[in-house]
C-alpha cells in the first residue's frame, strides 16, 4: 500500500535545513503557575472522580488554560507546539474516571495547538508544527510489577497498541501534523506506540510522521528496560522517524555525553528537550533560562542538534532564551552512515561486513 507523504513532514525538513527549530517547554509546571482548584479541572463533566491534577482534561474544562500557554510558547520563539496530552491515554485516565473522554480530550487538545499554531504562522508566514504528545503510561511491557513472579505483565503489547491508536487518531483528527512518542523509558512501549501509528497510517492511506524520544534513568545512559540510547536507536530505526532524541529526567548537563552519541549514530533529526537542571530539595526546578540556553548553544554549535526545547521546569523564558542562544547557528547535518546490519538487545550489536 503506497501512503500519501506527509506535506507537513516536508515542511519540517525544509525548515530544518536552515536552521535549529525550537519546540516548545513544561506544560505541567505552568499549569501549576495557574493556581487551580477542582472546579477548573473537575468543570460540568459530572465525572466520579476528583480531576485536579488531570491536566489533559483542561481541554475540555479550562480550553483557555492550555491555549494561554500554547501562545506564550509561540511568543517566546517556539516553531513546534506539543499537545498537552502526556496522560490522555485510556490507562492513565482511567485513575480519574475519564477513560470514555480520551478520544474527546485529545481531538480537542491538538484543536487547540493547531488554532494558535496557525494564528502564528498567519502573522508571518513561518510554519509552525503540532505534535501529538503520548507519553509511556504508566505501565510497562518488558518488567514485571510483581517481583515474586518475573513473567507476570499488568498489559499485554496488543492492549497497548490498541491504547495508543484511538490517542493517535484523535490527535491527527484533531489537527496534529507528527505524533510524538516521548518519555520513553521502556523501549517496548515505544514499539507498541510505533505499531499504532503505522495501522492509523493503513486507515488513513496517509503518513503520519513519527517523533521518538528516550528518557534516562540513570547516568549511565539507559533506560528503565534497560536499554542504551544506541540500543534504543537500533531498536526503532526501523520506524524511520522524523526525529529521535532525548527528553526529560535531567538537566543539560547530565544528558551532554549521550546527545553527543546520538548525534553520531542516528540518520534523522535529533531533538532534545531537557529539565530544567535537577529539582532542588522541595522538588522545584531553580535553573536560570540563560544558563540552561548556555549548556543547549554547547550543542548546537558542536553540531549536534536540530530541535532544542524544554521539558519539567522549563518556561517561556527559557525557550526564548535557548531562541535567542542559537539564531545564529547553523543545524546538525544528518550523517552518512555505512551500511551494517545494526542489531540490539540491550547493548547495541552491529554486525562487521
Known sequence: MTL????????????????ILI???????????KGLVEADYAGDLGLSHEQKGNNDILALTRP???ESIHRAYFEAGADIAETNTFSANK???????????VAAINRESAALARKVADEFTARDGKPRFV??????TNKTLSLSPDVNDPGYREIDFDYLTEVYREQAAALVEGGSDFILIETVFDTLNAKAGIMA????????????PIMLSMTLTDLSGRNLSGHTVEAFWYAVRHAKPLTVGLNCSFGATQLRPHVKSLSQIADTYIMIYPNAGLPNELGEYDEMPDTTAGFVHEWAIAGQVNVLGGCCGSSPAHIAAMAKAVADVPPRKLPTLETKTRLAGLEPFIMAA
Request: avoid cysteine; charged fraction near 20%.
Open 4 to 19: 500519501a507523504p506527509s506535506k507537513a513532514r516536508a515542511a519540517f525538513e525544509a525548515a530544518a535545513a536552515q536552521r
Open 23 to 33: 519546540t516548545d517547554g513544561a506544560f505541567g509546571t505552568q499549569i501549576q503557575t
Open 64 to 66: 483557555d488554560v492550555p
Open 91 to 101: 490507562i492513565s485516565q482511567a485513575d480519574y474516571g475519564a477513560e470514555h473522554l
Open 131 to 136: 505534535a501529538g504528545a503520548i507519553g509511556p
Open 197 to 208: 501509528v503505522k495501522q492509523l497510517e493503513k486507515v488513513l492511506g496517509r503518513e503520519v
